[in-house]
């Protein structure tokens, strides 16, 4: 009974609010802190170093940290490239860069990988019974099918850093320069002549070797290294405390061996109306990485992970260049073309228009619009008229060996734009109206996308291999008026 009543009087003295009170003091912080450390590690990208491989992207501060500051056409310098991104996994965080090697199929590792549902359906054919009338079937159709942030809004949150081959050993940038001198100079216009033995093509030239490595030095045999990171924090989870990175390493260029160790499959993958055949990579994810992913993006179906096959590349079948009529031009995982490019005035000059109530207004971030070239020096929507371009250089060779000289883009048409910018970059949330609303309101300016909204334009490179730079200008060649033709009737 003494027992009893000593326990009951320890209890009722620690549930006091004196003593309640006290613990909350002593122990809030600490608790704090703890979950605000976990929380900006798994919001922070923690540098690593990979043997053999440089890191490739810019670090620190972007090129678009001033997007939001009105410049005036005519005192920045003519059309030119501002910034800089490719996007290893589509619908994923981008890579920023400040050179980026082109390829007639868009930006190199832009849109290389894309994650996948399993989706089913009846099937519908029919059978025939024993009496020879024909049934519906009770078979199912299984169709791997790519995601997006259309219906994933957390895909945004999966970020991605590139890791190449770097021969020196020592983790650098695609410039060779140290990690934290980045920047590239502005270019000057430069003429349609070639020239030759040029500094482009020996760096071009010289990472291809440096690529080629030993087999014990793993990822840079493997071609580099894609780490992909994702937060994960499972359902019971108090003041944050049990919130993780979780880090997946893919190959950038997986040889035949790993491909057949780690039992890559080719199979039928649905984006918009193509079924190209794609190489599953599922397997080189850990399954427990796996299910974590799918948890947080809230997949309820089977999830895989799916490379480029470049045997079944997709065509590009719409907008072509009519003085091309012969030649065969071919997209990655991009929904459509090769390469987007956005004005950053015309991002501007939406934010303007959004209403005053908008969450986004004065801050609506270029991001959004995931375009691989951000353009700045040109009036609001100036980049609508846009037939033939050039930016950058292009690498060729002829009888005489390697040459370079400007880098030709055929503008095929506008982007006619979906519900995909209203997600936030930073946080993954998508917004219910804008700037898709505004959008709708102001930009349905192209009578082929109606009844889409347009803003930025998609390119096809007219070249097999190629470099742009930040700073490089941008020679319109032709303009004219767009008419967009549809993917679906």
């Known amino acids: 009974m003494a027992t009893f009543a000593l326990l009951q009087h320890y209890i009722e003295y620690i549930t006091s609010p004196t003593v309640l009170l006290t613990i ?11 979950r605000l450390e976990r929380s900006i590690a798994a919001r922070t990208i923690t540098p690593s ?33 501002k910034a800089l991104f490719t996007y290893p996994i589509k619908s994923c965080r981008g890579v ?23 989706v089913s359906k009846p099937d519908p054919g029919q059978d025939k019974n024993s009496s020879g009338i024909s049934e519906p079937s009770e078979e199912w159709q299984h169709q791997w099918r790519f995601i ?30 140290g990690d934290n001198d980045l920047q590239v100079p502005a270019t000057k216009p430069r003429t349609r002549s070639r020239t030759r033995g040029s500094t482009l093509i020996g760096q071009l030239e010289k990472g291809r070797k440096a690529s080629i490595r030993p087999a014990s030095e793993d990822w840079a045999a493997q071609g580099g290294c894609l780490m992909v990171r994702f937060p994960f924090e499972p359902d019971f989870n108090p003041l944050g405390l049990r919130t993780e990175e979780v880090t997946i390493m893919l190959p950038l260029t997986p ?61 590009v079948t719409r907008c072509l260049p009519t003085d091309r009529p012969k030649e065969d031009f071919k997209v990655g995982f991009a929904d459509a073309f090769p390469v987007n490019i956005l004005g950053l005035a015309s991002v501007r000059a939406t934010d303007a228009q959004l209403p005053p109530n908008a969450d986004v207004k004065g801050k609506l971030d270029a991001r959004r619009f995931r375009a ?52 936030d970059p930073d946080t993954g949330v998508k917004d219910r109206n804008e700037p898709y609303t505004t959008l709708g309101k ?32 941008i020679q319109v060649l032709e303009s004219g008026e767009h008419y967009y033709e549809k993917m679906f009737d």
């Open 148 to 177: 997006t942030m259309r219906e994933h809004p957390k895909l945004a949150l999966v970020r991605t850093e590139l890791w190449v081959p770097d021969s020196r050993g020592r983790a650098t940038n695609v410039n060779g320069q």
């Open 24 to 34: 909350l003091l002593l122990v809030g912080p600490i608790l704090y802190t703890v």
């Open 96 to 118: 920023e860069l400040a050179a980026a090697e082109v390829e007639s199929t868009g930006l190199k590792y832009d849109r290389l990988l894309t994650f996948a549902q399993l």
């Open 372 to 423: 691989n070239i951000y353009v700045s020096g040109i009036e609001a929507f100036g980049e609508d008229t846009w037939k033939k371009i050039t930016v950058g250089r292009r690498i060729g060779r002829d009888k005489d060996g390697l040459y370079e000289c400007d880098a030709e883009y055929h503008v095929a048409c506008r982007t006619a734009r979906c519900k995909l910018p209203n997600v």
């Open 255 to 315: 040889t035949p061996e790993r491909a057949e160790a780690k039992n890559y499959t080719t199979e039928d993958l649905s984006i918009w109306k193509d079924n190209p055949q794609a190489v599953n990579v599922t397997n080189e994810i850990d399954k427990l990485a796996l299910d974590n992913l799918r948890y947080f993006l809230g997949v309820s179906n089977p999830l895989a992970l799916f490379r480029v096959n470049p045997q079944q590349q997709r065509a």
């Open 442 to 473: 102001t930009r349905k300016v192209d009578k082929g996308a109606y009844p889409h909204p347009c803003l930025g334009m998609q390119t096809i490179p007219l070249f097999e291999r190629g470099m742009v730079r930040v700073g490089d200008a």
């Open 49 to 81: 170093v990979i043997p053999g491989c440089r890191s490739l992207g810019l670090t620190g501060r972007s090129n678009l940290s001033g997007q939001h500051e009105q410049h005036s056409s005519s005192n920045d310098g003519g059309p030119h490239v």
